[in-house]
């Protein structure tokens, strides 16, 4: 089948799965897994490279989130996330690479670790997906929020050191914690420095009198892609700059005052971005079970 039309059919399916779940009272990742299963079954079939995959899904999604989270209530509970989005997926990748390691004794603890880290940030966007806003506090719809900009990156980078840890058969502590810092602040610092070039570029182009808002909103949906290249080819957290790109726009308001407009169509362009995209992951993840259980 042609790409363009797997494309177009996976398209359609997330539109339509929306109305249909919401009809049907299921969550909406589980009926999208479901859809997606189903149309594996029936030949709809796609194969894609892992690194495509992150590069493609995770920088816009996570910069999505960074952008539109109020960041009054991130503030508040900016310890509890860090908490949570570091300190948890920490002591679970420690916990589940012991558990793993007792199931199996044959297997070597760094790849236990690795096994563990891979499993340890809790998705939020599944979680998200199948609470109801209104039967749920507030505060903690934020908390998973401001945990799913950073728990991938604290999964990714402990999956990284146990992975260097399984080839090398060497381990340090104090190496993999400092290499933990550098490599994340080194993330969040390019995402804000290209943010905040975006921004001084932006507001020069518009004393000059270009206002033009589609040409500004689609600048601003290459700066995650070109923040997580620029950290990925550094060898820092790809996730984390487009996460301080997100953040950085957010806190500076680069649309002024006076392009209100611009700056409610940037928000709806994200939030169909945001929903596609989360469509587009259930699904895929849907087509790849039948193969995995082969």
């Known amino acids: 089948m042609h790409v363009t039309i797997v494309v177009l059919a996976l398209l359609l399916i997330t539109a339509i799965s929306g109305p249909v779940a919401k009809i049907l009272s ?3 990742p589980l009926l999208l897994i479901a859809c997606g299963i189903a149309s594996s079954f029936l030949g709809l079939n796609i194969a894609f490279d892992p690194e495509t995959f992150l590069l493609l ?21 900016r310890w509890t996330i860090l908490l949570l989005a570091v300190g948890l997926v ?3 990748t420690l916990a589940g690479g012991y558990f793993v390691h007792c199931l199996f004794p044959t297997l070597p603890f ?30 903690f719809l934020h908390i998973l929020q401001g945990e799913a900009l950073l728990n991938d990156a604290s999964g990714l980078v402990c999956f990284k050191f146990a992975v260097a840890a ?16 550098v490599v994340a602040l080194s993330g969040v610092f390019i995402g804000i420095l290209l943010a905040i070039l975006f921004n001084f570029a932006n507001r020069i182009v518009s004393r000059h009198g270009f206002n033009e808002p589609t040409t500004q909103i689609t600048l601003m949906t290459l700066l ?21 790109a997100g953040l950085s726009l957010n806190q500076s308001r680069v649309f002024g ?21 989360n469509g587009l992951v259930f699904l895929l993840l849907g087509l790849q079970l039948p193969d995995i259980a082969r």
Not at 57 to 77: H, M, T, V
Not at 166 to 181: D, M, R
Not at 264 to 277: D, K, N, P
């Open 110 to 139: 760094a790849a236990a670790f690795a096994l563990a880290a891979i499993l340890s940030p809790t998705d939020a966007v599944a979680v998200t997906s199948m609470v109801y806003e209104e039967h749920v506090p507030r505060r």
């Open 90 to 92: 920490v002591f679970s």
């Open 166 to 181: 399984t080839l090398t058969g060497t381990f340090s502590v104090t190496q993999a914690s400092w290499g933990f810092v």
């Open 224 to 244: 995650p892609f070109a923040a997580y290249l620029l950290a990925e080819h550094l060898h820092v957290s790809g996730i984390l700059a487009s996460v301080g």
């Open 257 to 277: 005052s006076a392009q209100t407009a611009t700056r409610l169509r940037g928000s709806a362009v994200w939030e169909m971005i945001t929903f596609l995209f």
């Open 57 to 77: 899904f995770i920088p816009p999604l996570l910069f999505s989130e960074a952008y539109l989270i109020p960041l009054r209530d991130f503030r508040q509970l």
């Open 26 to 28: 299921i969550p909406l």
